[in-house]
């Protein structure tokens, strides 16, 4: 009997070539979709895609005029509005802006390449005070090393305690400092102090000597304050913690408060600006003053609060001691904590108060003004909220 033989199918080349389109095509899909899914993670875009060299691109005013003068031609309507006081740049000027950064008429702008953390401070101006400008913005004042700070802690912790313990009941200001190390070197005992070394764990030298003025002027004026005396350097030493943490352990202090006090209204975390005498001094009818600033945190969601709070208190300063504020400056987390506890309350706000060069009188003068002006806006407030129980 003869075996039939089996006919061998032939060899279809393109049943091969179809399985090599269609596995290439789901792993290009595949790919995709896992690179969208990727790309599309908030933290891709602001890490990847927030490049400042695209925003510069975006907002120069140069690109804007040129878009606006390029949709005029289709638009008859636009082309009225751009018409007035628009300048086209040649070529050669845009071409060297966007691949340089720099424009040829400003030196603030090659200033910010050529200096580190120039530009981020550049774009945090909200409302400038009399005398500021690119060269005299703020600039945090360097860290401390805390063990070395801290040698000199217990000569000074028994005033500390003692000034802890001065508060007042049914308070409506909380007064802290989340730098209490910043000294000024005309209270420090030492001579010829380095700027760099402008710390000091003793309340008489630091910022905490502010902090207790501020609390017994605003007492007077019959405000209720609590002034937290915490060494922070110490505090943060004894958790293991870094100069990093200290708006953390900070808000703890603040969490502690609000729990004792819950009429708690104003918060208000007093620091030290690094600058110098020129900058920080302001002389009005004769009389000196330490300048100061505000500072505001834009990483939270109800900061316009914030923002609109320092605005009046700046605009009140300016209106009855021209000069003695340096405008109110704004922060994101990329040019330093960028909350500040203020999400706290819409009363919450940060004071950098005078300079390492300022003496106590001066800064006593400050805080004077600054009471004056901050009663009215506490006067405010109490009366609105009197108001729905009369």
Known sequence: MKLKKRKQRPINRNDGQTKFIITRFYLIFILFLFTISIFSLPFFQNKVFHLSSIEKITQSEEITNILLTAMSTEMPELEASTDIGIEIPSLSTLAFEITTGIKPNELSSILEKSLPGFETYTSEVYVAGEGTNDSNLPVESPPPDFDELLEDEDSSKEESEENKN?????????????HSWEA?????????VKPSDSSSVDP???????GSMLTKELEQNGIPTIHDNTNVAKSLNSKGWGY?????????LIQTATSNQEQLQYYIDVHRDSAGKDVTTKTIDGKKYAKLYFIVGKEHSQYKQNLKFAEQLHTKLEEKYPGISRGVFQKDKYDGNGVYNQDVSENAILIEMGGIDNQKQELQNTIKAFVNVFKEHYDGSIEVQAKPNE
């Open 244 to 252: 990093s943490d200290s708006y953390k352990l900070t808000r703890e």
């Open 204 to 210: 008489k030298e630091n910022i905490l000597l502010v």
């Open 166 to 178: 001065d508060q007042s009941q049914n308070a409506s200001v909380f007064v802290y400092h989340s």
């Open 184 to 192: 000024f070197r005309p209270l420090m005992d030492e001579e010829n």
